[in-house]
Nanobody
Framework: QVQLVESGGGLVQAGDSLRLSCAAS????????LGWFRQAPGKEREFVAG????????FYTDSVNGRFSISRDNAKNTVYLQMNSLKPEDTAVYSC???????????????WGQGTQVTVSS
């Protein structure tokens, strides 16, 4: 069982940066592949970025590639999403999730956080 708690969301202007954090409970954090997802109002949840258990594999959706960076600190049981050059279309609730697989970032995720709101004004 893994519990995930996101933080770091807020209201920013276009072009600004934010760093989201997701802290996990449990002693087996490094077992899990982790992902960040987002859901904008009236839209389906979409995959944003994923990272394998030791950080060797990362993947980003096209719309954030080059602007966002996912990382993890297994010693702190925390995964991060650094978001630069934010755009109004990045506005959404961002959630982190854990998947019981060592490397593959795609597929069903087993545990989810409650989400943190990111709002980017133009």
């Amino acid at each position: 069982q893994v519990q995930l708690v996101e933080s770091g969301g807020g209201l920013v202007q276009a072009g600004d940066s934010l760093r989201l954090s997701c802290a996990a409970s449990g002693r087996t954090f490094s077992r899990y592949t982790l992902g960040w997802f987002r859901q904008a109002p009236g839209k389906e949840r979409e995959f944003v970025a994923g990272i394998s258990r030791f950080g060797g594999n990362t993947f980003y959706t096209d719309s954030v590639n080059g602007r966002f960076s996912i990382s993890r600190d297994n010693a702190k049981n925390t995964v991060y999403l650094q978001m630069n050059s934010l755009k109004p279309e990045d506005t959404a609730v961002y959630s982190c999730a854990a998947r019981d697989h060592p490397t593959e970032v795609f597929g069903p995720y087993d545990y989810w956080g409650q989400g943190t709101q990111v709002t980017v004004s133009s």
